[in-house]
T-cell receptor
Framework: GAVVSQHPSWVICKSGTSVKIECRSL??????MFWYRQFPKQSLMLMAT?????????EQGVEKDKFLINHASLTLSTLTVTSAHPEDSSFYIC???????????FGAGTRLSVL | QKEVEQNSGPLSVPEGAIASLNCTYS??????FFWYRQYSGKSPELIMS????GDKEDGRFTAQLNKASQYVSLLIRDSQPSDSATYLC??????????????FGRGTQLTVWP
């Protein structure tokens, strides 16, 4: 399968700071990437669709000014959690979609802990 | 509201048995269906994709789709302890577009005991 790299895998930060998470497709070009959030024992919740060269599309209830998404190239999307608060602590996972078969391959995830 | 429902389990089967995982979805326009496996603390990994009614087999895994009943299942034959994980059903709801968004069920926790 395709390889998606996500970095960092773990981050601890103070309340009020911003955190940037990177998602890279290593062996294929991804015009579309997705960002998910997963709380303990819950399923993946889609946050937004990241489109190369255009604005991200956010799901209902997700604050676009808080979760900034940039998809500047065909292999890289970034998610910035701005002014993070303890309730933002979660497991953030990105995926990249292949053009054939509409299959999403996931990064390893980033565990964010906001103190 | 797009809903994907799974029995959260836990489902427990002995080694060598068949594990049966079920999923129903509410949106009739759904076109693509996926099963992912997620180990604790890890991200999901793709097991199977299925797009048309009927069965699709890949090794020990068989996915079954019935669009009329809005039902998709996954059978795991000759279950192994290494199959113990949470299995997530995902449904693509973006018909006729290239968005390809997936909505996930809450997952079924499977335990295969030796």
């Amino acid at each position: 399968g395709a390889v998606v790299s996500q970095h960092p895998s773990w981050v601890i930060c103070k309340s009020g700071t911003s955190v940037k998470i990177e998602c890279r497709s290593l062996d294929f070009q991804a015009t579309t990437m997705f960002w998910y959030r997963q709380f303990p024992k819950q399923s993946l919740m889609l946050m937004a669709t990241s489109n190369e060269g255009s604005k991200a599309t956010y799901e209902q209830g997700v604050e676009k000014d808080k979760f900034l998404i940039n998809h500047a190239s065909l292999t890289l999307s970034t998610l910035t959690v701005t002014s993070a608060h303890p309730e933002d602590s979660s497991f953030y996972i990105c995926s990249a979609r292949t053009s054939v078969g509409n299959i999403q391959y996931f990064g390893a995830g980033t565990r964010l802990s906001v103190l | 509201q797009k809903e994907v429902e799974q029995n959260s389990g836990p489902l427990s089967v002995p080694e060598g048995a068949i594990a049966s995982l079920n999923c129903t979805y509410s949106d009739r326009v759904s076109q693509s269906f996926f099963w992912y496996r997620q180990y604790s603390g890890k991200s999901p990994e793709l097991i199977m994709s299925i797009y048309s009614n009927g069965d699709k087999e890949d090794g020990r895994f068989t996915a079954q789709l019935n669009k009329a009943s809005q039902y998709v299942s996954l059978l795991i034959r000759d279950s192994q302890p290494s199959d113990s994980a949470t299995y997530l059903c995902a449904v693509n709801i973006d018909r006729g577009s290239t968005l390809g968004r997936l909505y996930f069920g809450r997952g079924t926790q499977l335990t295969v005991w030796p």
